[in-house]
């Protein structure tokens, strides 16, 4: 029986979900990525994007593995609107980088509480289920799908993951400043001979700024390539790019990296 490994990218806009009249082909939505791993769905990220997944075919939502990378608007605000949050029966496992389950649910819980929302986490039906990790820890999940995690450069802290299922592997990094990772032999070893990186690539090249806590197409491609990498998704694009510019992007870092493609909102590759 073929074991089913899947991403789909239900977000791909970095920063806020504007659309300039010229980003048709790649969409706006903020940032999510869902993951089928044999009967396991894994979720990275709750931008506008994960208001789609309630209508993904295919993908098993009775029970729901949600994966933050760190909490800034673009990766959370799209859990505000989820239907999936209050249909009860459904189980949401919500993991994050911290020390105890009870920090991470305030978190959450102020993001969706008044001013700024006015449901919030207890009116959900859903039931959800908090679980803190310490920081380079690995997770196992049921059916045989293991989840490794490496802390990455990024203004408050940001977590870049290794899913590991079927022997393919599948890396997310979003919202990392590559430069500050120049010697850091544990992301190259996330990222090795993964079948699909989801790479941060908000600036184009030459115009990466210190200290944001981002990178380029250009040191994307690298990482990719140092890596072993089979193929590499640019992803988390400046609101301001259009879909010529984009196009740019991947046409340049295929010269470094062949396998590279720019993620679209609801691509859909399987490993």
């Not at 940032?31 to 993904?56: H, I, P, Y």
Request: charged share 20%.
């Amino acid at each position: 029986m073929k074991q089913t490994f899947e991403v789909t990218f239900l977000g791909t806009n970095g920063s806020c979900a504007y659309n300039n009249g010229k980003r048709q082909k790649y969409g706006t939505n903020t940032l999510c990525v869902a993951v089928k791993a044999g009967e396991e769905t894994l979720v990275f990220d709750t931008g506008t994007g994960f208001c789609g997944l309630s209508g993904l075919p295919g993908y098993g939502l009775d029970t729901i593995h949600l994966f933050y990378s760190h909490y800034h608007a673009d990766h959370v605000g799209g859990l505000l609107f989820s239907p999936l949050l209050f249909e009860a029966g459904k189980n949401i496992h919500i993991y994050g980088q911290h020390n105890e389950a009870s920090d991470l649910y305030r978190i959450i819980d102020s993001f969706l509480s008044p001013p700024l929302h006015p449901v919030g986490l207890k009116e959900f039906k859903a039931n959800l289920h908090f679980h803190a990790f310490a920081a380079d820890s690995a997770i196992s999940l049921p059916n045989g799908v293991k989840v490794k995690t490496h802390t990455l450069s990024h203004p408050g802290g940001s977590v870049g993951y290794r899913v590991e299922y079927g022997g393919k592997a599948f890396c997310y990094c979003a919202d990392v400043e590559l430069a500050n990772h120049q010697n850091d032999a544990g992301l190259l070893e996330l990222m090795k001979d993964a079948e699909l990186l989801v790479m941060d690539a908000l600036f184009e090249d030459g115009r990466v700024i210190e200290g944001w806590g981002h990178s380029s197409w250009r040191q994307c491609a690298a990482f990719a390539r140092n890596a072993g990498a089979k193929r590499m998704a640019l992803f988390h694009y400046h609101y301001s790019l259009t879909d010529a510019e984009i196009e740019k992007m991947e046409h340049d870092a295929k010269k470094l990296f062949p396998d590279t493609f720019a993620a679209a909102d609801f691509m859909r590759i399987s490993l």
